[in-house]
């Protein structure tokens, strides 16, 4: 199994980017997928998760209300679609397959993609 993610960049405080999360394999509509980040010199935290049908989903206390997860099981692919960015956004961000655990610690997900840089200026 293989995550690629991309569509990180630099926005200004207010803005919006949707990062894509694509995944070899034939299963990926199996599994649960998630999003992390990790901003600079902290730990790599729980951003938002989606069930394998796209029907629920969890979010972060610090992104609910602006941040919005779905997949697309027919191209193998997970977004995130974030507005309302902040500056305290900034991370590069992971999106993982879940295995078997919390869906809120990273330790529950067993493939990940190598992360996109987000910078949100002030």
């Known amino acids: 199994v293989q995550l690629q993610a991309f569509g990180g960049g630099l926005v200004q405080a207010g803005g919006s980017l949707r990062l894509s999360c694509a995944a070899s394999?034939?299963?990926?509509?199996?599994?649960?997928m998630g999003w992390f980040r990790q901003a600079p010199g902290k730990e790599r935290e729980f951003v938002a998760n989606?069930?394998?049908?796209?029907?629920?989903?969890y979010y972060a206390d610090s992104v609910k209300g602006r941040f919005t997860i779905s997949r697309d099981n027919a191209k193998n692919t997970v977004y995130l679609q974030m507005n309302n960015l902040k500056p305290e956004d900034t991370a590069v961000y992971y999106c993982?397959?879940?295995?078997?655990?919390?869906?809120?610690?990273?330790?529950?997900?067993?493939?990940w993609g190598q992360g996109t840089l987000v910078t949100v200026s002030s």
């Open positions: 993982a397959r879940q295995g078997t655990g919390s869906l809120y610690t990273e330790h529950a997900y067993d493939y």
């Open positions: 989606i069930r394998w049908s796209g029907a629920i989903t």
């Open positions: 394999g034939r299963t990926f509509s199996n599994y649960n």
